[in-house]
């Protein structure tokens, strides 16, 4: 790890610490809080549908970004320069088109059809599904994937406090997981969404700050561009990769706006619409949650670009900082923050919005992954449990999802566990695939059906398992096609197969289409 020569830059330094102690307490303390407000499964899982606007908005974003928001995509742009920009297009356009299309219509269904509090309920509940197998199916999936995207979280916790504390990584691994699940067991969603609502404020403060220092330091925006033109003559090229020299290519390019296709069926940020408070609030969310995504995805993109000027600034290489892209934030942070203890306690609140980028995402994951055990397993076999064990058998869900995500995450000597950005990747691609055609298809086209709803769900997340680790793996490097981002192929496979399984199948039901007509009346 690196921290400029100071009296106060020790192998520990005990003002991060501090700030680091404190940060945790306060959100384990919002835990304890909402741990005594929970009355039933609506309240652990969607807050009891009494969220308002603000918290929904950043919760929503900030369980969206985790954090490959301050370690992945900086990482991916110090690498591959503004080209890797595309990516950050992509989630700005599906950010806006899922608040814009689906919000308001899902909070409305899902509350019209059994009041559902999960989306496996909800895709149950839409169609009247008896034999219980769209349910089992939708659990399933989200367990498995949220066992990746977890995993990708713990690996980040890892990455800051070794990088900071000069600790193990497998010891730094097992304290982060042990923090998120602590507070998650505690509060559930209520918890879960006003420590993002915290979380969300600190990740924005401490996104912008930094590279608006580091580009002042260099005298301006102007300075800052020629700078960089002189360090790569392709780091701000849009359409070229920096570290080839190669053209992106429509390959290149579509699978980066394919991860704003990912938006539609990301369960941790589709129940924040089901929970919000009023659904005419709706609007009011979707601006709060656009201002803060595209100041965020901007603010990413370019600390992964000024890391290069940054360095060259302080006359140090990559590999004397750790020679891993994705610690760049918290280098520039040890860095920029060091001359006195009132900058190092500065820089402690800052590296604390790393951990906030990762609690944020990952005790939603967790928390969606435990009601899909729970409500949507568990409950179907044990019909007669009572709320206060269904609340017990939540908890444990989240910690048996918790250790297996960690057990991932030691797998250090494999190149995809190591890796944020990877991991991530595929849980969004998964994710996306799996649900994002049949929720598109189930709030606005009356005629699909629980086949074709079954039928596309499996369909899209073998297909991402199958193009990432055979056809990816063995193929892309002949034929090109096959390096195109698994959620692209899989989201369209998914919606083909659903639309042609339920035009071939037998017809909803009267209850159903009435259902489907009323809701599309209310909005």
Same mark, same amino acid.
């Given at each position: ?41 609506? +309240? /652990? ?32 742009? /110090? ?29 409305? /269904? ?72 602590? /507070? ?92 919000? +408070? ?238 489907? +007509? ?6």
């Amino acid at each position: 790890m690196f921290f400029a020569a100071s009296a106060v830059a020790t192998a520990i330094d005990w003002c991060i610490v501090g700030s680091f102690v404190i940060y945790l307490l306060l959100m384990l303390g919002i835990g304890f809080v909402f741990s005594k407000k929970q009355e039933n499964m609506g +309240d /652990y899982f969607l807050g009891g549908r009494r969220m308002n606007k603000w918290v929904v908005a950043l919760s929503a974003q900030a369980s969206d970004m985790s954090g490959w928001l301050l370690m992945g995509l900086p990482g991916a742009v /110090y690498v591959g320069g503004f080209s890797e920009a595309w990516i950050g297009i992509g989630l700005g356009i599906g950010t806006y088109l899922n608040w814009k299309i689906v919000a308001h219509r899902l909070r409305r /269904y899902s509350q019209a059809c059994g009041d559902a509090i999960t989306i496996p309920d909800f895709i149950s509940n839409r169609f009247r599904d008896q034999s219980g197998i769209a349910r089992i199916v939708a659990a399933l999936i989200i367990l498995v994937f949220f066992t990746f995207y977890t995993a990708s979280g713990f690996v980040a916790a890892a990455k800051l406090f070794s990088s900071m504390f000069s600790m193990p990584y497998m010891t730094a691994l097992w304290i982060g997981a042990i923090v998120v699940v602590s /507070y998650t067991l505690l509060g559930g969603y209520m918890a879960v969404c006003w420590t993002d609502f915290i979380q969300g404020s600190l990740m924005f403060v401490a996104i912008v700050l930094v590279p608006a220092i580091v580009v002042c330091n260099a005298g301006g925006f102007a300075d800052t561009v020629d700078a960089l033109n002189q360090i790569n003559g392709n780091l701000l090229n849009l359409f070229t990769a920096a570290n080839t020299g190669k053209a992106c290519g429509f390959i290149g390019l579509a699978s980066c706006m394919a991860w704003g296709l990912g938006y539609f069926g990301m369960p941790h940020i589709l129940v924040r619409f089901m929970s919000i +408070d009023n659904p005419a609030e709706v609007k009011g969310s979707r601006r709060i949650a656009m201002t803060w995504v595209t100041i965020s995805l901007g603010a990413a993109v370019v600390i992964g670009l000024v890391f290069h000027l940054w360095l060259k600034q302080n006359g140090i290489t990559l590999e004397q900082v750790g020679n891993d892209p994705e610690r760049c934030f918290m280098v520039m942070i040890n860095g920029i923050f060091n001359s006195n203890v009132l900058a190092r306690v500065f820089a402690g609140v800052l590296l604390s919005a790393i951990m906030a980028a990762i609690m944020s995402t990952a005790d939603s994951q967790l928390l969606v992954s435990a009601s899909s055990f729970t409500n949507d397993l568990y409950k179907r076999v044990k019909k007669n449990a009572s709320n206060k064990e269904l609340i017990l058998v939540s908890r444990v869900a989240v910690a048996a999802v918790a250790v297996v995500a960690a057990g991932l995450a030691m797998n250090t000597e494999s190149e995809f566990f190591k890796v944020v950005m990877k991991m991530v990747s595929f849980a969004w691609g998964g994710f996306g695939a799996s649900f994002g055609p049949l929720i598109l298809l189930a709030l606005f086209w009356k005629r699909v059906n629980l086949a074709g709803a079954v039928a596309g769900m499996v369909t899209g997340s073998a297909t991402c398992f199958v193009w990432k680790f055979v056809l990816a793996a063995k193929f892309a490097e002949a034929h090109p096609i096959f390096g195109l981002y698994e959620l692209a192929p899989g989201f369209l496979l998914a919606l083909v197969v659903t639309v042609v399984v339920s035009l071939c199948t037998k017809k909803p039901s009267d209850e159903i289409v009435a259902e489907f +007509d009323r809701v599309t009346a209310q909005n």
